[in-house]
């Protein structure tokens, strides 16, 4: 009686199964949803359908869990700038293709609406600086990214060799930024496509002959 009592304990005290990828992503889309600061311990663990301990054991605290679903929102479509600018044969049509494809990601109705690495950090308390420079450095790289496959297109002879890189850069990477808050305020899909075609009518003409 007593080593049965014994084993009912112990099978009290494991820690409960679940499935972690499911649990990371529906952590994941509340992290999208409602941002970093505004998701709660609890929220997310009536999400993940786990215990706060189990979150802890698993992830090892909310932090680290955020970090754990920006990795998979990379994953899963938000970190495609690099495939477009590599599968692209100038940098004009990337540039054209990222908007497109930012018109549409954004505004899908089967997950939040907008951009998880625009929208997720802000209006955070100075404790959670570590995950705004989180996501500052993911924008930043994917400034990083576009300067230089414009700069590629520049050195290809697509644009004028006196062609601010850099500046351009920032235009774009700025618009699309915007077109995820649009799209959190419920823009739809045909009218970020035309903000992204208002905003090609911008790129700078290829360069003049002799």
């Given at each position: 009686?007593?080593?049965?009592?014994?084993?009912?304990?112990?099978?009290?005290?494991?820690?409960?199964?679940?499935?972690?990828?499911?649990?990371?992503?529906?952590?994941?889309?509340?992290?999208?949803?409602?941002?970093?600061?505004?998701?709660?311990?609890?929220?997310?663990?009536?999400?993940?359908?786990?215990?706060?301990?189990?979150?802890?054991?698993?992830?090892?605290?909310?932090?680290?869990?955020?970090?754990?679903?920006?990795?998979?929102?990379?994953?899963?479509?938000?970190?495609?700038?690099?495939?477009?600018f590599a599968e692209e044969p100038t940098a004009r049509g990337a540039v054209q293709r990222l908007l497109d494809a930012a018109a549409d990601e954004f505004t899908r109705p089967d997950h939040p609406s907008g951009c998880m690495i625009a929208l997720a950090g802000t209006q955070c308390s100075?404790?959670?600086?570590?995950?705004?420079?989180?996501?500052?450095?993911?924008?930043?790289?994917?400034?990083?990214?576009?300067?230089?496959?414009?700069?590629?297109?520049?050195?290809?002879?697509?644009?004028?060799?006196?062609?601010?890189?850099?500046?351009?850069?920032?235009?774009?990477?700025?618009?699309?930024?915007?077109?995820?808050?649009?799209?959190?305020?419920?823009?739809?899909?045909?009218?970020?496509?035309?903000?992204?075609?208002?905003?090609?009518?911008?790129?700078?003409?290829?360069?003049?002959?002799?």
């Amino acid at each position: 009686m007593k080593k049965a009592a014994e084993g009912v304990q112990r099978r009290r005290g494991r820690p409960r199964c679940f499935d972690q990828e499911a649990a990371l992503e529906r952590a994941m889309v509340l992290f999208w949803d409602r941002g970093y600061e505004a998701t709660s311990l609890d929220e997310l663990s009536a999400a993940m359908g786990i215990s706060p301990s189990s979150l802890y054991a698993t992830f090892g605290g909310k932090e680290q869990l955020f970090r754990a679903a920006v990795d998979r929102y990379l994953v899963r479509g938000g970190g495609n700038i690099g495939r477009i600018f590599a599968e692209e044969p100038t940098a004009r049509g990337a540039v054209q293709r990222l908007l497109d494809a930012a018109a549409d990601e954004f505004t899908r109705p089967d997950h939040p609406s907008g951009c998880m690495i625009a929208l997720a950090g802000t209006q955070c308390s100075p404790g959670a600086r570590p995950v705004q420079d989180l996501l500052r450095g993911h924008r930043e790289g994917w400034h990083a990214s576009l300067q230089a496959r414009i700069q590629r297109g520049i050195e290809a002879g697509e644009l004028a060799s006196d062609t601010d890189a850099a500046a351009l850069a920032t235009f774009y990477l700025t618009l699309m930024l915007g077109m995820s808050v649009q799209a959190r305020d419920g823009a739809s899909r045909e009218g970020l496509s035309a903000v992204a075609e208002a905003a090609m009518r911008a790129w700078p003409g290829a360069p003049r002959g002799p």
